[in-house]
């Protein structure tokens, strides 16, 4: 991603490429990325205790049940909506509300773009190690990262000065979406039924991805309606706490039912 930002805005705006040949460009490593995953990824032949094994779990399948049943499931496909949203409106949109609104020029709007990707490396691997440490407490990790994330992503268009923007999409990326993921991941995976992890996480995903659809054209319209894409931060704001704010309110739920059948 980062590549991807410094390398296209440098090429386009720095030495004035046309930007259709970059497609191209991104075809041929995708092809080149599958061609390395056919030619070394194998399908492993199951061991007759694994196939055992699989039979005794056989009942233990993704149904409509396990997937929409349980109001932590619905509560992880509600937050990684939310914190997909304002991730793909800031992937969308960054270089733009940079440019137009913060008068960035040149290969500079790929390089502050990209420090949410270079943020996140760093942010992912210390929570995730964190998620690991206190299995407990994944809901709580990921409710004080959202929270943090909401925050920054506001001071990033509130505050006027470049060089706090810069610290805050800094701030951004170590504690948003790249971060959170890892422990989402995690969190879903316990939920999950041992037979129906596929289908379990294409329906998490999907959730994700459709704010990959929702937040670039919403922001777009909202930017075409204003003039600005400053309403289209704040909404993304408000959809991450919404999001955060459901989460924990299912968890809480969740766990007094708990408590009071025990």
């Given at each position: 991603m980062?590549?991807?930002y410094?390398g296209?805005?440098?090429?386009?705006?720095?030495?004035?490429?046309?930007?259709?040949?970059?497609?191209?460009?991104t075809?041929?490593?995708?092809?080149?990325?599958?061609?390395?995953?056919?030619?070394?990824?194998?399908?492993?032949?199951?061991?007759?205790?694994?196939?055992?094994?699989?039979?005794?779990?056989?009942?233990?399948?993704?149904?409509?049940?396990?997937?929409?049943?349980?109001?932590?499931?619905?509560?992880a496909?509600?937050?990684y909506?939310a914190?997909?949203?304002?991730?793909?409106?800031?992937?969308?949109?960054?270089?733009?509300?940079?440019?137009?609104e913060?008068?960035?020029?040149?290969?500079?709007?790929?390089?502050?773009?990209?420090l949410?990707?270079?943020?996140?490396?760093?942010?992912?691997?210390?929570?995730?190690?964190?998620?690991?440490?206190?299995?407990?407490?994944?809901?709580?990790?990921?409710?004080?990262?959202?929270?943090?994330?909401?925050?920054?992503?506001?001071?990033?268009?509130?505050?006027?000065?470049?060089?706090?923007?810069?610290?805050?999409?800094?701030?951004?990326?170590?504690?948003?979406?790249?971060?959170?993921?890892?422990?989402?991941?995690?969190?879903?995976?316990?939920?999950?039924?041992?037979?129906?992890?596929?289908?379990?996480?294409?329906?998490?995903?999907?959730?994700?991805?459709?704010?990959?659809?929702?937040?670039?054209?919403?922001?777009?319209?909202?930017?075409?309606?204003?003039?600005?894409?400053?309403?289209?931060?704040?909404?993304?704001?408000?959809?991450?706490i919404?999001?955060?704010?459901?989460?924990?309110?299912?968890?809480?739920?969740?766990?007094?039912?708990?408590?009071?059948?025990?």
């Amino acid at each position: 991603m980062a590549i991807g930002y410094i390398g296209s805005s440098y090429l386009v705006k720095g030495l004035g490429w046309d930007w259709r040949p970059l497609l191209f460009v991104t075809t041929a490593l995708i092809i080149a990325v599958a061609i390395a995953f056919g030619k070394v990824i194998k399908d492993k032949k199951p061991e007759p205790a694994a196939n055992a094994s699989r039979e005794k779990d056989a009942g233990d399948k993704a149904t409509f049940k396990t997937l929409f049943g349980d109001i932590r499931m619905i509560s992880a496909y509600v937050i990684y909506f939310a914190i997909c949203y304002g991730y793909y409106m800031i992937v969308t949109w960054l270089p733009s509300y940079l440019q137009m609104e913060r008068g960035f020029q040149g290969a500079s709007i790929g390089f502050a773009s990209a420090l949410v990707a270079f943020a996140s490396v760093p942010g992912a691997l210390l929570f995730s190690k964190l998620s690991d440490k206190f299995k407990n407490r994944k809901i709580m990790v990921v409710i004080i990262l959202q929270i943090i994330a909401a925050l920054t992503l506001y001071l990033t268009v509130a505050i006027q000065n470049n060089n706090l923007l810069i610290l805050f999409l800094i701030m951004y990326g170590f504690f948003g979406k790249l971060a959170v993921d890892p422990i989402m991941i995690s969190y879903v995976a316990d939920l999950a039924p041992k037979q129906g992890y596929s289908t379990t996480f294409g329906v998490f995903n999907f959730f994700g991805m459709m704010s990959s659809v929702i937040a670039p054209f919403v922001t777009g319209v909202i930017s075409d309606a204003t003039g600005s894409k400053i309403l289209g931060f704040y909404l993304a704001i408000a959809i991450i706490i919404v999001g955060t704010a459901f989460l924990f309110i299912a968890n809480m739920i969740k766990r007094t039912k708990m408590q009071t059948k025990h």
